[in-house]
């Protein structure tokens, strides 16, 4: 079907050009210096109609003809429109174009402003490759223009970019049709340590819907067999695009993101830092106080942050995301963000003489009051609970939680990779649940998925046994991958940290006490019986089945 729209490449601000015949869409050459492996294929672009709001976007462009294939388009453009001594030049000066937008968002944004109907027209005239798919029968040049060197290696050069054309046409029908589908579900990772003789390989397995989805996946062991290089490794892997980490038909993974997460101390090295130019989006989460998004910053400055962000997933903006998540550990309704004193300002509440506004009401009035109040936050604070008109502070558990879910939903996406060195840090047992409850729902809302590496069994207890990986030395200096027999969802402490740790479970006091009862075989009747009132029955019937026959 014939367009309406006409089509201009141009190198002005449209305010300065009179020849415009609309409705028109207008694309301008990128004027940063970035390039993909010298193929300049950035655009922007204008939507212009009557009685409509103008819309604009950033794209990728490239020509059809394979004269052209070695040139840059954008040098191209400005070549032809200086050749001309124009600032405007209509689409059929040129060879046939094809276009791309970079990201998830860029899709949502355009349905946004324009509805469905409009943004897919708008796109099929730009011939967006995500709407010309999801149009039906593909046209003889869609093939030729997915397997240029323009597109393998500028369109799809970005994981975002990659991820967008395989999964952005959901939303094209509507922000609510968006699919959460898109992620690699089946991953392996295969390296090498110079510690061991043999490679790591570590098979990853996910299901994201059904009655028991299977969204995390758990890496344990004992010290020293590779949990957190098998993190760092898989970081790499996504970061350069590496062969280390393949799909389970061989393929490089479809993920979109990366969010690598450790804990103040020795796991905050875990991680790769970014490298100059990302193949991933990728951001570092250290949780401690002083180091918020890879930053000297506080709280208060990631919830402004969050508050600010106008990006949305499946029609949730970042903040709604963020307080629909932390709302199921610790009512929004009881976490307070700290407020300067300003005079001249309203005073949103007050509690022994501390200005804070709670999140449930943060984002609460007017442009103009929420402006206010957003320039009083304290950015280096952290936040408090307010419990019965009073401010107290969080425990460190509590603030773990916060800290995490207001790192994770300002830079989660769909489709994201999370990444997460022993998250038991500055974590009592008892809220590893809640955790993972909070973990799980942040992966379920955006369709990402998620691999700990932990020493606790605690973890292992809130994943089936077919997402759980036990990482062991064996002889010869060797590492083996191992599933664990027993079924490790809901299972019992003691039983799970036998399996893991093997006979470390029982503490190295009870390994003397065998040792002595080895040596001392006629006196193990007695000594067993004292037992009986001191240990636990997995601990004792363990030292019973090593005793000497002869000394029972």
């Known amino acids: 079907m014939e367009s309406k729209y006409h089509i201009y490449f141009s190198n002005m601000h449209l305010e300065r050009l009179r020849q415009l015949q609309l409705p028109a869409i ?43 294939s070695e040139d840059s388009p954008a040098k ?5 429109l200086k050749q001309g001594n124009t600032h405007l030049l209509p689409a059929k000066e040129f060879p046939e174009f094809y276009t791309m937008h970079h990201e998830m968002n860029s899709y949502r944004e355009i349905v946004r402003n324009c509805g469905p109907e409009r943004a897919q027209e708008i796109l099929l005239a730009m011939k967006d490759l995500v709407a010309v798919r999801r ?6 040049w869609f093939n030729q223009a997915t397997t240029s060197r323009f597109f393998t290696l500028a369109f799809v050069r970005n994981a975002e970019t990659f991820f967008a054309f395989h999964n952005a046409a959901s939303i094209l029908g509507g922000l609510e049709q968006e699919s959460f589908e898109g992620l690699s579900k089946q991953l392996r990772l295969k390296f090498k340590l110079r510690t061991f003789q043999n490679d790591h390989e570590l098979e990853f397995s996910f299901a994201p819907a059904g009655d028991l989805p299977k969204r995390i996946a758990v890496i344990i062991g004992k010290n020293g067999v590779g949990k957190s290089q098998s993190l760092a490794h898989f970081a790499q892997a996504l970061l350069r695009g590496n062969k280390d980490l393949r799909d389970g038909e061989g393929n490089a993974p479809v993920v979109n993101r990366l969010l690598a997460v450790s804990s103040p101390g020795e796991t905050r090295n875990t991680f790769p830092k970014p490298p100059k130019e990302p193949r991933i989006f990728y951001k570092r989460i250290i949780l401690s106080r002083n180091f918020f998004a890879d930053r000297q910053s506080g709280m208060g400055d990631v919830l402004l942050r969050l508050a600010r962000a106008r990006e949305t997933i499946k029609q949730k903006s970042r903040w709604e995301l963020f307080c629909q998540t932390v709302d199921q550990i610790i009512p929004t309704t009881e976490i307070a963000i700290h407020l300067k004193s300003a005079a001249g300002l309203p005073q949103l509440a007050s509690s022994d003489g501390d200005d804070y506004a709670t999140l449930e009401n943060f984002q609460n009035g007017g442009e103009q009051n929420r402006l206010e109040r957003w320039a009083r936050v304290d950015v280096r ?6 419990a019965d008109g009073k401010l107290v502070p969080l425990s460190s558990g509590q603030l773990t939680f916060i800290r995490f879910a207001a790192n994770a939903c300002l830079h989660i ?4 990779m999370v990444l997460i060195d022993e998250p038991e840090t500055h974590l009592h047992p008892n809220y590893v649940s809640d955790f993972i409850r909070l973990l799980d729902t942040l992966l379920a809302q955006t369709g990402s998925f998620a691999i700990l590496a932990t020493h606790s069994a605690y973890f292992v207890r809130e994943v089936t046994r077919s997402q759980v990986i036990v990482l062991r030395q064996v002889a010869d200096n060797r590492v083996e991958t191992v599933s664990p027999r027993l079924k ?9 940290s036998h399996f893991v740790f093997e006979d470390a479970y029982f503490g190295s006091l009870l390994a003397q006490v065998r040792v002595n009862l080895a040596e001392r075989p006629n006196q193990a009747p007695k000594v067993l019986k004292l037992l009986e009132g001191e240990v636990s029955t997995e601990a004792l019937m363990s030292l019973q089945r090593t005793t000497p026959s002869k000394a029972k």
């Open 135 to 140: 149009a039906g029968r593909l046209p003889k």
């Open 26 to 68: 207008v694309f301008s050459p990128s004027l940063d210096h970035w390039n993909d492996f010298g193929y300049r294929t950035r655009f922007s672009y204008q939507v212009l109609e009557k009685d409509q709001q103008r819309v604009a976007g950033d794209v990728h462009l490239a020509f059809l003809e394979k004269e052209q």
């Open 413 to 416: 996406e769909n489709g994201t």
């Open 76 to 80: 191209m453009v400005m070549a032809k």
């Open 381 to 386: 604070a952290d936040v408090s609970r307010l």
């Open 488 to 496: 490790t969802l809901g299972a019992d402490i003691g039983e799970i």
